[in-house]
T-cell receptor
Framework: DAGVIQSPRHEVTEMGQEVTLRCKPISGHDYLFWYRQTMMRGLELLIYFNNNVPIDDSGMPEDRFSAKMPNASFSTLKIQPSEPRDSAVYFC????????????FGEGSRLTVL | DQQVKQNSPSLSVQEGRISILNCDYTNSMFDYFLWYKKYPAEGPTFLISISSIKDKNEDGRFTVFLNKSAKHLSLHIVPSQPGDSAVYFCAAVSYNTDKLIFGTGTRLQVFP
């Protein structure tokens, strides 16, 4: 079975442009998480969904960030407008049971905002 | 407010020796703890976990210890191998949410 699929793997854009990151979770996983990895904060939880419904978006840094999950097999994280400080690796992860602990991560999307 | 802290950004250990990675947490509601391992250009992968009702969990070369009174956990790797070189993230989840909170990570390098 395919793992979590993220696209694009790499994105280089200019400040002010809109960025859309995409994620396809593992089939049958009810939970989907978006994390951002930076040197200073490690893996920072941005938002997570359960059964396509956003449960906690308290980690979303600003109104410039938004996330959607229109169906069980697709989610997007959008940054508009992007800023240089948004440069990071963004990970999507899915899980059947976060309480059991195991999240399955995608390979990440490396974003560079110039 | 970093609820899960890994104060050592890096650790270097000789092959065959023990690697000890440490993690501290502040939220007393955390009841399940995990370690993830991350290689460059890959997503993190689950390594080992421990429930708060235990103080030790062992899986092959990997052992996680939990000291609830000190709000501290550690990962022991014995013996360390060059293939263990990676970034290790400590994570925690509390009983009343599904949020997995990660630390900042520790880069382990195992040299021959």
């Amino acid at each position: 079975d395919a793992g979590v699929i993220q696209s694009p793997r790499h994105e280089v854009t200019e400040m002010g442009q809109e960025v859309t990151l995409r994620c396809k979770p593992i089939s049958g996983h009810d939970y989907l998480f978006w994390y951002r990895q930076t040197m200073m904060r490690g893996l920072e939880l941005l938002i997570y969904f359960n059964n396509n419904v956003p449960i906690d978006d308290s980690g979303m840094p600003e109104d410039r960030f938004s996330a959607k999950m229109p169906n069980a097999s697709f989610s997007t994280l959008k940054i508009q407008p992007s800023e240089p400080r948004d440069s990071a690796v963004y990970f999507c992860a899915s899980s059947r049971d976060p309480k059991g602990g195991e999240l399955f991560f995608g390979e990440g999307s490396r974003l560079t905002v110039l | 407010d970093q609820q899960v802290k890994q104060n050592s950004p890096s650790l270097s250990v000789q092959e065959g020796r023990i690697s000890i990675l440490n993690c501290d947490y502040t939220n007393s509601m955390f009841d399940y703890f995990l370690w993830y391992k991350k290689y460059p250009a890959e997503g993190p992968t689950f390594l080992i976990s421990i429930s708060s009702i235990k103080d030790k969990n062992e899986d092959g070369r990997f052992t996680v210890f939990l000291n609830k009174s000190a709000k501290h956990l550690s990962l022991h790797i014995v013996p360390s191998q060059p293939g263990d070189s990676a970034v290790y993230f400590c994570a925690a989840v509390s009983y009343n949410t599904d949020k997995l909170i990660f630390g900042t990570g520790t880069r382990l390098q195992v040299f021959p």
